[in-house]
């Protein structure tokens, strides 16, 4: 199925992986740039784009702001939070709704708590549910994917606790809603 190319603004900290995933999105037709800058809001306006997503190594700070000022710059863009190993299939999600806001689920969170570390989600429609932590033991640039859990969940707060070191060791919590809605909490910066 084709669609209307997408003008994409990619925001993101590492090269390689930037580098990777502009041409990716350009290969599918799409005209998309990509910045490593610190201030990309001043260097890009969000008018000039359909979609600007913001890599996993982005500080949480950095995101809200960048997050505020885009909206201010142009209230109809979407502006998408992804982490590369997911990215391409986020991006594809976004590019076919109108919207990044979710439909299956909210409120996505990791706390640590005394004797574990609880992941809670607010689901909005009955779907299936997989919950997974992905880290970078030593120096690997792959990610190790731990599954936490994989079930179908009704509506409601739903609470999945795993091991606490799990969570300290972890980069990046990735909740992931009937195989395609995916949900983000950072857990911790990368150090690659």
């Known amino acids: 199925m084709a669609s209307r190319a997408k003008r994409i603004?990619?925001?993101g900290r590492r090269a390689d992986v930037?580098?990777?995933g502009v041409a990716a999105l350009n290969a599918q037709g799409h005209s998309a740039v990509g910045t490593l800058s610190a201030s990309p809001d001043a260097e890009f306006h969000a008018g000039d784009f359909d979609l600007i997503t913001l890599g996993g190594g982005v500080d949480a700070a950095t995101?809200?702001?960048l997050h505020a000022r885009f909206k201010e710059q142009n209230k109809d863009v979407m502006?998408?939070?992804?982490?590369?190993?997911?990215a391409g299939q986020q991006i594809a999600r976004a590019l076919?709704?109108?919207?990044?806001?979710?439909e299956l689920g909210s409120a996505f969170s990791v706390t640590?708590?005394?004797?574990?570390a609880v992941a809670r989600a607010t689901i909005e429609r009955a779907c299936a549910l997989r919950l997974e932590i992905y880290s970078y033991p030593g120096?690997?640039?792959?990610?190790e994917v731990a599954r936490i859990v994989d079930t179908s969940v009704t509506p409601g707060t739903h609470e999945f606790s795993f091991e606490k070191e799990l969570a300290r060791a972890g980069f990046m919590a990735v909740l992931t809603l009937n195989g395609e809605e995916h949900h983000l909490h950072r857990l911790q910066q990368h150090p690659g």
Request: glycine share 6%.
């Open 9 to 11: 603004l990619v925001i």
């Open 18 to 20: 930037l580098e990777r």
């Open 63 to 65: 995101r809200a702001r």
């Open 79 to 86: 502006v998408l939070d992804v982490y590369a190993p997911i």
């Open 96 to 102: 076919r709704r109108s919207s990044v806001e979710g």
């Open 112 to 116: 640590e708590g005394d004797e574990a």
């Open 139 to 143: 120096s690997a640039l792959e990610p």
